[in-house]
């Protein structure tokens, strides 16, 4: 039954009233805010670059206040989303109003907006109407939620309101609903068809129940999610990351939290979502990045797609089977187990050790030293055990020269009793006793000073050298490879990696298969540099990281907190990349992790998945093909081309097409780069538009009209997608073509356009 209009228009009176507090609220936040700037200037001025408590205490008070005034600020727009109407047990019905940023009355203190990451508002995301509760740190919380309403609100103006329970419009503005589409959330629809944005934009009006239940799983587990293309499980990651800075406020803190992201164009792409939900300081980076700075390497980086790239241009090429066996080698666990046989040779060889000495005296026992490094210190990184060593001996050092100056005394008390026996008092036997106590005095100082040498010395030499040094060792050193890895290398794959690894270190050049043995000898001899430990680590494209690779960065955050998404569907590096869950699971989280499938698209229409589909279900996984969001568009199109202006004509038409709907972004996708650059030339002669290139060296992201290789759009979405040369050439019968194609034709939020040339694809013929 449709609601009265004067239900609406309560709405409109209510949305008026919280934006005139809203601009009060902001003048006095505004007024304090500069008081406190001007305050601090003055301050500054005072100290003259001297510490001042006073000037410490108002500045984490502006910090405070500043980002207090930039909420409020950007509440402005749209400061709520969703309302929802809850009686607890045995107490009155309330109305809460919730929006991105919770915001509260500075004079009364009240909560006229609760922020989405507020435990309440669990009941909008995953409660249904009659019985609910919600879990408060005060414990669970009964009652009845009778109302769930979301509404449309642009620039502090409300367009529509929709109420879950019947899905049904209370004021349409001019929408009109298709027949048949009663069922529909008409709310996520109309959200859903917004044109795409350079940069990824937060969800938290749209988050559905499956998605909700991810963002607020405890912290201290590992959760893995096998999103399906489209099911935002990069957003509901980073959406995770706010509501455990929200929940854990006291506790945990935006650096304190590590991103890892698939390369420096998809971080271009996510950098404002973070910032957006009032999140900061969360570091973001690739792993090719934060590896090489834990290492301390510079070099040029020979990153996973550019050797990708190098696979799919030289399907061919002889030395193809070493370069994929190679990586496969470098990424798997049996070569994580031959680096814990290197790590036994070195511990090993540090136990050819000699009693610490200093001249012939002996500080500290070579039986203790083993002894300690050995067993009492066995769970420890072989430096850090020297480290502890040091530590502990240097507590005992000065008793231990003591020692030795004791016997250095009594040594010069029978030489001086000796002259006092056998010379009478006298002038010369003052001056021979003055002799031999300024000889014993001399004495005893060396003996202080060739100590501390020879202390600090014998550790300094112990020390394990560079990490980058000790894996060349490890190839170079043939008897040490034969040993560590049981002579299972085959000959030919071991000349080739030793080669490959030398001429990288002659010429400055570091291969991201390289990075995961060397980061996890480093972690193994020198620990985890404390400035790595992290209290939550996010990796996204999880699918392309081989197990070795997770379990190296597993050693880097506290008790397993993790959320980890992917989709074995898209995992296009087949050769070292993860092809079931089960194994991370079993191999690096033994047995601790949940698994958690999320199989609802919301990215594309029906008619694209499904086309999309019919390249998933060819794949050798068993993969649950994605569901998509009932949205009915245009089915994908295929084109026959057969010349570069053909082509190009065609684009134009699509590009108006893509205007007239009033959407903007095009990409046209490549198979590789090489074939990229040759549509960039065939569009620069050919089309009445100018097209950017993107290259896996950009660091930022344009989505307008672009031409991008396959394998770098994952993540991505654009409004159309053109597929360049869907022939049996470019995309045969092999796993990497089905699942390369497939990320190809899931980046589509509402047209898709498959070109091809002579024959095209046994992979889309049926679809």
């Known amino acids: 039954m449709p609601i009265e209009s004067k239900e609406f228009n309560l709405e409109i009176d209510k949305l008026k009233n919280v934006n005139e507090w809203i601009e009060k609220e902001t003048l006095n936040i505004e007024g304090s805010d500069l008081e406190l700037k001007n305050k601090i200037a003055e301050l500054k001025k005072e100290a003259r670059g001297r510490y001042n408590e006073e000037l410490e205490t108002a500045e984490k008070l502006y910090e405070i206040t500043h980002k207090n005034l930039n909420k409020f600020i950007e509440s402005k727009e749209q400061p709520y989303f969703s309302r929802i109407d809850f009686r607890e047990y045995k107490r009155e019905q309330e109305s809460y109003y919730i929006g991105k940023f919770g915001l509260g009355d500075s004079k009364t203190g009240e909560e006229i907006v609760i922020d989405w990451r507020a435990p309440i508002a669990d009941l909008y995301y995953s409660g249904t109407q009659g019985e609910a509760y919600y879990q408060s740190p005060v414990g669970v919380i009964n009652g009845e939620l009778s109302l769930k309403r979301k509404f449309l609100i642009k620039d502090g103006l409300l367009k529509d309101a929709f109420d879950e329970g019947i899905n049904e419009i209370i004021l349409k503005s001019g929408i009109e609903s298709g027949e048949g589409n009663a069922l529909i959330d008409e709310f996520l629809r109309i959200n859903l068809e917004e044109s795409v944005s350079n940069k990824l934009k937060d969800v938290v009006a749209t988050i559905q129940k499956e998605q909700n239940s991810i963002i607020r799983a405890n912290k201290n587990n590992a959760i893995i ?73 510079k070099g040029k980086v020979y990153t996973k797609d550019k050797k990708l790239a190098y696979i799919l241009e030289n399907g061919n090429n002889d030395e193809l089977k070493y370069v994929v066996n190679s990586s496969k080698l470098k990424g798997s666990m049996p070569f994580k187990v031959m680096m814990d046989r290197y790590v036994k040779l070195l511990e090993r060889e540090d136990l050819n050790v000699e009693d610490i000495k200093v001249e012939n005296y002996v500080l500290f026992d070579i039986n203790e030293i083993k002894r300690l490094y050995a067993k009492d210190l066995i769970n420890y990184p072989l430096n850090k055990r020297k480290t502890e060593i040091k530590r502990y001996f240097t507590l005992k050092l000065n008793e231990k020269i003591v020692n030795i100056i004791e016997k250095i005394d009594f040594s010069y008390e029978y030489q001086i009793a000796r002259v006092k026996k056998i010379m009478e008092d006298g002038p010369e036997r003052r001056r021979r006793l003055i002799e031999i106590y300024e000889e014993r005095d001399k004495r005893k100082e060396e003996i202080r000073i060739k100590s501390k040498e020879a202390f600090d010395g014998y550790f300094d030499n112990w020390q394990q050298v560079d990490t980058r040094v000790l894996y060349s060792d490890f190839f170079n050193n043939k008897e040490v490879f034969s040993e560590v890895t049981s002579n299972k290398i085959p000959d030919s794959l071991y000349d080739f990696m030793l080669k490959e690894l030398n001429y990288n270190l002659n010429n400055g050049i570091i291969d991201s298969d390289d990075l995961t043995p060397m980061l996890y000898l480093k972690f193994m001899i020198d620990g985890v540099p404390e400035k790595y430990k992290y209290q939550h680590i996010v990796i996204d494209e999880a699918q392309d990281y081989s197990l070795f690779q997770l379990f190296a960065i597993k050693s880097m955050a506290y008790k397993n907190s993790f959320t980890i998404v992917g989709d074995l569907g898209q995992g296009i590096y087949y050769y070292k990349g993860i092809d079931e869950w089960s194994k991370v699971i079993e191999n690096v989280f033994e047995g601790e992790a949940d698994y958690v499938p999320l199989t609802q698209s919301y990215r594309s229409t029906v008619e694209i998945i499904e086309f999309a589909n019919g390249v998933l279900r060819k794949q050798k996984n068993a993969l649950k093909p994605a569901l998509p969001v009932l949205r009915h568009g245009k089915a994908p199109e295929i084109i026959e081309f057969t010349n570069g202006k053909e082509f190009s004509a065609a684009l134009d038409e699509i590009v108006k097409e893509v205007g007239a709907i009033g959407k903007k972004s095009v990409a046209v996708i490549g198979r590789t780069y090489e074939e990229c650059k040759k549509i960039k030339d065939i569009l620069k002669k050919n089309s009445e538009h100018n097209w950017d290139l993107v290259k896996d060296t950009d660091k930022t992201l344009k989505l307008e009209k672009i031409i991008i290789p396959s394998y770098m759009t994952k993540g991505l979405e654009f409004d159309c997608s053109v597929i360049y040369n869907c022939d049996d050439v470019n995309y045969g019968d092999s796993e990497l073509d089905k699942k390369i194609l497939y990320v190809a034709l899931t980046r589509a939020l509402h047209l898709q356009y498959v070109f091809y040339s002579k024959n095209l694809s046994r992979l889309v013929q049926d679809n």
């Not at 800075?245 to 792409?269: C, H, R, T």
Request: zero cysteines; a positive charge; hydrophobic letters at 40%.
């Open 225 to 297: 999610v096998q999103g399906s293309a489209g099911s935002g499980k990069t957003t509901v990651a980073l959406h995770r990351l706010a509501y455990l800075l929200y929940k854990y406020k006291n506790k945990l803190s935006g650096d304190e939290i590590l991103v890892i992201a698939p390369n420096k164009l998809f971080l271009d792409y996510i950098s404002e979502l973070l910032p957006n939900l009032g999140v900061d300081k969360v570091k973001q980076k690739t792993f090719e990045d934060v590896s090489a700075e834990i290492l301390n390497l």
